[in-house]
């Protein structure tokens, strides 16, 4: 029944390996469905068979299997009726694919019918043969089913798995944070949407025309580089040219209405504590610094007569709009701005802002004392810009997944997309003279660079040394295990998630693995199967399971491993902790004054 295990498990990594490879429709009646089931109705058949032919000679009905083995017919049982549900399923909902098919109830009740079909020989040898037992003949049967939970385990959550998932791999190779940045320019309406300029591996931001409409001004930084810088360019994107070089992240231009200065932002690279808002003229050296605090500023804006600069900033515990005189002075706050963000001032004087709660709002700043807000303008936008005209507001929102420029016309109330950019980010825009937009755009963020995407992988190495240790700690702490045990599971494993992501190289790793415990549980004797040896197992297994991955992966991967040294240094030891807890699952370290730990008997 151990065979019989593996080859059932041999169905399932052949049906998921068509789903995963785009080789099944929108029918149930497959080839690789027939070979799964097929696969089950062996297990079915030599159940039955035994199970009758041993009522017929005289048994009864409860001791017509060994023990153990009505949890595999059960198993079969309710394999059957999940087969009818998961006809029903497909039927009604289609055939799914990716994560989808991993998680789909009727996929789960599946492997539930299979984890019963497992269960049987391993139950069935721990009940006829004691601790001191092991080899392949006696603990054989119970090493091919354990490696067929093992494989079972790893292949429904392979969605989180190290070995068997690609988008792991994606995260350890990847070293560029995002696609390059680009500069386009979109009528009103949203024809005519030109790309002007690109710049490869940058990430480019915030857009800002002058007054006369000749010149566009916005940052750039690389990748790999925290620091950015302005630039400048005629309004077809030609002739760029760099204004700033201060070794600073340099961002959020903004022309002053006579064009002949460029206010933004200045922070450290890297770091924080010492914010400027500064002005320069774009073709002298001409750098005044407005306002230097240790208190995040953002989004300068101009008043229409120039004499003043709006900026969003922190007051206390909450972001509020702060003014400041554009030669420098004293700032002072706007009334009714509190949790105010991502200023704008219109040419007839009007600031838009964004609250809290992602609504565009305006007001006149020489009236607003003591009146309140003024209209809402947008629900749900971001980084607002009006129109020279102070007709219609352009503004960033999230549409189909990407952030999508809208325009907003005042008087109509009337939204249009106009960037619709599939795949890229635009940012703030800025109006030009015949109203039309500029903008900047980027690639998303590749998602294994970002926060979510790191996290992502420290759980897929937590879930596969949770799995591992699980069945492999079972198998030492219960049996004598043979040498070549530990290499044929972990080999079959990766072998079996390796199928579903193409992803080969990583058997390497899995192989080393098994053989490096081979080897220590040969040496360590009954050690292994308790106290310190046991821990150690435990600690070492999953850590040397990952610590060989990246290595394999160093070599294979183009460009070798994206990652940071500590992640590279500390996930080895994440596995190990949480093989070791396993390991305090089978044997807890805990007794009582003069209690000896109980050994294996």
């Known amino acids: 029944m151990?065979?019989?295990?593996?080859?059932?498990?041999?169905?399932?990594?052949?049906?998921?390996?068509?789903?995963?490879?785009?080789l099944v429709d929108q029918s149930f009646l497959t080839?690789?469905?027939?070979?799964?089931?097929?696969?089950?109705?062996?297990?079915?058949?030599?159940?039955?068979?035994?199970?009758?032919?041993?009522?017929?000679?005289?048994?009864?009905a409860r001791s017509a299997l060994p023990f153990g083995y009505w949890t595999s017919l059960a198993g079969v049982i309710l394999f059957t009726s999940g087969g009818a549900f998961d006809l029903w399923w497909h039927t009604r909902y289609g055939i799914e694919t990716d994560i989808n098919a991993l998680i789909s109830p009727s996929h789960l009740w599946l492997a539930l019918g299979g984890a019963l079909v497992f269960a049987g020989p391993i139950r069935s040898i721990a009940a006829r043969y004691g601790p001191r037992s092991g080899g392949w003949k006696i603990a054989g049967p119970a090493i091919l089913s354990a490696l067929a939970t093992l494989t079972l385990l790893g292949f429904f959550t392979q969605y989180a798995q190290p070995i068997g998932?690609?988008?792991?791999?994606?995260?350890?190779?990847?070293?560029?944070?995002?696609?390059?940045?680009?500069?386009?320019?979109?009528?009103?309406?949203?024809?005519?949407?030109?790309?002007l300029l690109t710049i490869?591996?940058?990430?480019?931001?915030?857009?800002?025309?002058?007054?006369?409409?000749?010149?566009?001004?916005?940052r750039v930084g690389f990748a790999g580089d925290l620091r950015s810088d302005i630039y400048v360019a005629n309004i077809d994107g030609s002739h760029p040219r760099r204004i700033t070089h201060s070794g600073r992240h340099d961002t959020q231009p903004a022309w002053s209405p006579d064009g002949k200065r460029i206010a933004f932002i200045s922070i450290p690279a890297g770091t924080s504590g010492n914010f400027l808002l500064q002005t320069m003229q774009a073709d002298k050296d001409d750098l005044r610094t407005?306002?230097?605090?240790?208190?995040?500023?953002?989004?300068?804006?101009?008043?229409?007569?120039?004499?003043?600069?709006?900026?969003?900033?922190?007051?206390g515990l909450h972001q509020q709009i702060a003014v400041i005189p554009a030669t420098g002075g004293a700032s002072k706050w706007l009334?009714?701005?509190?949790?105010?963000?991502?200023?704008?001032?219109?040419?007839?004087?009007?600031i838009a802002f964004v609250t809290p709660d992602e609504y565009i709002v305006t007001f006149n700043p020489a009236q607003v004392y003591g009146r309140g807000l003024g209209d809402i303008l947008v629900r749900g936008g971001q980084m607002p810009t009006w129109s020279l005209d102070g007709k219609r507001i352009a503004y960033i929102k999230e549409a189909g997944g990407d952030a999508q420029i809208f325009v907003r016309d005042l008087k109509t109330g009337r939204d249009t997309n106009v960037s619709q950019?599939?795949?890229?980010?635009?940012?703030?825009?800025s109006w030009a003279l015949r109203g039309d937009l500029i903008f900047t755009a980027t690639g998303r963020p590749i998602p294994a660079t970002t926060f979510l995407g790191l996290a992502y992988s420290e759980d897929s190495n937590l879930i596969e040394s949770i799995v591992v240790a699980g069945i492999v700690l079972l198998l030492i702490r219960r049996w004598r295990m043979p040498f070549g045990a530990m290499t044929l599971l972990l080999g079959f494993f990766a072998i079996a998630m390796a199928f579903q992501s193409d992803l080969f190289y990583e058997i390497i790793a899995a192989v080393i693995t098994g053989l490096l415990a081979d080897i220590a549980i040969a040496l360590l004797g009954e050690r292994a199967r308790s106290g310190f040896g046991f821990y150690a197992l435990g600690f070492l297994i999953p850590a040397l399971l990952f610590t060989s991955y990246l290595i394999v992966a160093k070599l294979t991967l183009p460009g070798g491993l994206g990652w940071p040294p500590n992640l590279i240094a500390g996930s080895p030891l994440i596995a190990g902790f949480a093989g070791l807890l396993i390991a305090f699952c089978f044997a807890p370290p805990l007794y009582s004054s003069g209690e000896a730990p109980e050994p294996v008997n």
Do not use: C
Request: proline share 4%; charged share 15%; glycine share 14%.
């Open 2 to 22: 151990g065979v019989l295990a593996v080859i059932l498990m041999s169905g399932v990594i052949q049906d998921g390996w068509a789903h995963s490879h785009g």
């Open 31 to 60: 080839p690789w469905h027939a070979i799964l089931y097929g696969t089950m109705g062996l297990n079915g058949i030599v159940l039955g068979t035994i199970a009758v032919r041993n009522v017929m000679r005289g048994y009864p």
């Open 421 to 429: 950019l599939a795949g890229l980010n635009a940012s703030r825009p």
């Open 335 to 350: 009334d009714h701005t509190a949790g105010g963000t991502q200023p704008s001032w219109s040419s007839k004087n009007q």
């Open 165 to 195: 998932d690609n988008e792991e791999s994606q995260v350890i190779g990847h070293h560029e944070a995002q696609t390059g940045g680009a500069l386009y320019v979109v009528r009103s309406n949203g024809s005519h949407e030109t790309r």
């Open 290 to 315: 407005i306002v230097a605090s240790a208190t995040e500023m953002q989004f300068p804006t101009w008043s229409p007569d120039g004499k003043s600069i709006a900026y969003q900033t922190r007051n």
């Open 200 to 218: 490869a591996g940058s990430d480019i931001w915030g857009a800002a025309v002058s007054r006369d409409g000749k010149y566009v001004a916005y």
